[in-house]
């Protein structure tokens, strides 16, 4: 029986690309290779089920690939492994230091490696394709809530498992269901989006909070770090910044860089 996963390879080293290519079809995967990366933009239309970037020149393409991939709003949550060149090839067509320290990625590697060894790492990486991320919505707004779920409804990648109308709610749920990550407003009834984050944190620390409010002031930035929040969105960028926000918190990172350097409740 043949597997359906579709891996798109871009690597410029046709030798290694054959070998994978062989090593993946004969196991029963759907295969496409490219060199381009204008190219291989366009064959992320067909929905693969992972990526692998091998190495590219000139110098800087990986990474640039790399963070327009996790930035795109629907290729974002494909699973994603790099294949760096080998020390004294990674100044030209690899990833510097400094890149490698900010990928989002889900397995990396260096050659020289032979194909049958990246197999199971294949594997494992499209585990990561078919696990969703569970999210809780809460806010007092029965108008933005629906809006939000309808939004989440359309990713592969995320399910929300419930939706909250207060605090309490919220609180109460993620006790209960335990989510990846609780989208959070800051003005609720009965216990407002601050105290339910610090609740949440201090009892279902598997929970990560991330913040959508209308109130989007540094200091409400500063008080949500302090509560224990992992992100911070205004709901005037949530078109554009809700997909990524919730994808970065789900992995531990917190949302936007911004929210990084400042002071958290530890």
Request: glycine share 6%; charged share 25%; aromatic share 6%.
């Given at each position: 029986?043949?597997n359906?996963e ?14 994978l290519?062989r ?8 295969v ?10 366009e064959m992320?239309?067909?929905?693969p089920?992972?990526?692998v ?17 996790k930035q ?7 699973p994603l492994?790099?294949i760096?060149a ?8 690899g ?5 490698g320290?900010?990928l989002?990625i889900?397995?990396?590697?260096t050659?020289?490696i032979?194909?049958?060894s990246?197999l199971?790492?294949i ?16 806010d007092d707004h ?5 809006g ?6 359309l ?5 929300v ?8 709610d919220?609180?109460?749920k993620?006790l ?5 990550v ?13 105290e339910a ?19 989007d002031?540094e ?5 949500a ?13 949530a ?19 911004a929210?990084?350097?400042?002071p958290?409740?530890?």
């Amino acid at each position: 029986m043949q597997n359906q996963e579709k891996i798109l390879i871009i690597d410029d080293d046709p030798v290694f690309v054959e070998a994978l290519q062989r090593t993946l079809e004969i196991r029963g995967y759907q295969v496409m290779t490219t060199s381009n990366i204008s190219l291989a933009k366009e064959m992320l239309t067909g929905d693969p089920d992972a990526i692998v970037i091998g190495t590219l020149y000139p110098p800087g393409q990986v990474f640039a690939l790399h963070q327009w991939v996790k930035q795109h709003k629907k290729y974002g949550s494909i699973p994603l492994m790099i294949i760096d060149a080998p020390d004294n090839e990674r100044s030209i067509k690899g990833l510097k230091k400094s890149e490698g320290m900010q990928l989002e990625i889900e397995d990396y590697l260096t050659k020289p490696i032979e194909p049958a060894s990246i197999l199971p790492r294949i594997q494992r990486l499209l585990e990561f394709r078919f696990r969703k991320i569970r999210v809780l919505v809460a806010d007092d707004h029965t108008m933005v809530r629906n809006g939000i779920c309808a939004v989440l409804a359309l990713q592969k990648d995320i399910e929300v498992v419930a939706e909250a109308a207060d605090g309490q709610d919220a609180v109460e749920k993620a006790l209960r269901l335990v989510p990846n990550v609780a989208l959070m407003d800051i003005v609720m009834p009965v216990m407002n989006g601050l105290e339910a984050t610090r609740q949440i944190k201090q009892s279902c620390p598997a929970t990560k909070v991330l913040i959508l409010t209308q109130y989007d002031e540094e200091e409400n930035m500063m008080v949500a770090k302090k509560a224990g929040a992992y992100g911070f969105i205004p709901k005037r960028a949530a078109s554009s910044d809700l997909l990524v926000g919730i994808r970065a918190v789900n992995a531990g990172s917190y949302f936007p860089k911004a929210f990084v350097d400042l002071p958290s409740s530890n």
